[in-house]
């Protein structure tokens, strides 16, 4: 029996090729490897039973879900696990699923670039990330076929996680960078401040100028979304929040944020006077991105990732099925209140 990681590449390979109809030629571009590799790849998937009919690894996704959300939101694209394990799994499958998604647009925009393939995607060469353990679950999957010429930009000042460093954002930038021999553009700030006027000052300094005008050029960017809640919120888990300053935030109407900006539940921004502290990308900016892909799972954080998903920030949604629900359930909910309204 073949280790993991080739058991990885064999349900990749067979997954393209059964299950999304991609061609032997597309498959090797993508995965990094020659035809004829995509050809044994396939044979011996075959071999270990992991092809039947169906592809069978842990990643299988809801189509019905996804084409609903992309349908209610306006998504680029959506990817739905199903699962019903335990929250820390589902998780960790989450960061999977969101690892192989991203490595497939980035290997497939590059491979297009290469062979000079017209009407494909505009390559992605400039990637910022947010912090978080989305983020973290997700590039502990990661594993790229081949290092590529990316600049990868840390989209969130530093929170100070010295129980968790290593989901804080200068760490988690690095392993995005590391993972295809990129060059990395650090925030060296921490992610609130004392007022805006040293927000404004910190930002003429010449390291955060030069990593702000490349969020500018950013193709991609991957972001968590977190909620106001104590159970959905990483800057309460990493100390940089209580329960009061919650309070106060939820109180001004605010369901989530995505990169330290909050919004309530129509989308729209509030609790400014935070913002106004926060060293980290903004909404402006990420609007003009094509492709925000925003991983979040759990139940908890429906009604954040509900209300993210009206900011038109986000492009693309990976997340798990009773979240999904959860989402959807939500928007149901509603439409029955305003029609008996």
């Known amino acids: 029996m073949p280790e993991s990681d080739d058991i990885y590449l064999l349900t990749e390979a067979a997954s393209l090729y059964y299950e999304e ?18 050809s044994r790849l396939l044979t011996r998937s075959r ?12 990643l299988r996704t ?44 980035i290997q497939e925009s590059q491979a297009a670039e290469a062979k000079g393939e017209p009407g494909t995607m505009k390559p992605i060469k400039t990637i910022g990330i947010s912090w978080g353990t989305s983020m973290l679950e997700m590039l502990k ?10 600049n990868v930009i840390q989209l ?25 021999g990129a060059r990395c553009y ?14 404004d000052g910190l930002l003429k300094e010449r390291g955060l100028h030069r990593a702000f005008q490349m969020m500018e050029q950013m193709d991609m960017a991957l972001v968590g979304i977190g909620g106001v809640h104590s159970a959905a919120s990483g800057l309460f888990r990493a100390g940089y929040l209580d329960e009061y300053e919650l309070q106060v935030i939820r109180n001004q ?24 502290r926060t060293i980290a990308v903004s909404f402006e900016t990420l609007r003009k991105v094509p492709l925000v892909t925003a991983v979040a799972a759990g139940v908890a954080k429906a009604e954040a990732i509900r209300g993210a998903l009206r900011t038109g920030v986000v492009k693309v949604l990976i997340t798990d099925e009773p979240c999904a629900r959860a989402i959807l359930d939500g928007i149901a909910v509603r439409k029955v209140v305003n029609v008996s309204g």
């Open 156 to 180: 969130m000042g530093s929170v100070d996680t010295s129980s968790a460093p290593d989901i804080d954002g200068p760490e988690i930038a690095r392993r995005l960078a590391d993972a295809y």
């Open 253 to 276: 109407g605010a369901v989530g944020d995505i990169c330290g900006s909050y919004f309530d539940s129509e989308g729209q921004l509030c609790a400014k006077e935070l913002i106004n």
């Open 62 to 105: 809801s189509v019905a879900l996804r084409e609903e959300l992309m349908q209610q939101f306006g998504l680029v694209d959506a990817q739905v696990l199903l699962s019903n394990a335990s929250d820390e799994l589902t998780l960790s499958h989450v960061g999977m699923l969101a690892a192989r998604y991203t490595d497939r647009r």
């Open 21 to 38: 109809n991609y061609t032997q030629e597309q498959i090797a571009r993508i995965i990094g490897v020659s035809r004829s590799g995509v």
């Open 141 to 150: 999957a990661l594993r790229p076929r081949r290092r590529l010429p990316l």
């Open 47 to 58: 071999e270990l039973g992991l092809v039947d009919i169906h592809v069978h690894h842990p």
């Open 186 to 199: 650090y925030l060296h700030a921490p992610l609130l401040v004392a007022d805006k006027v040293v927000r």
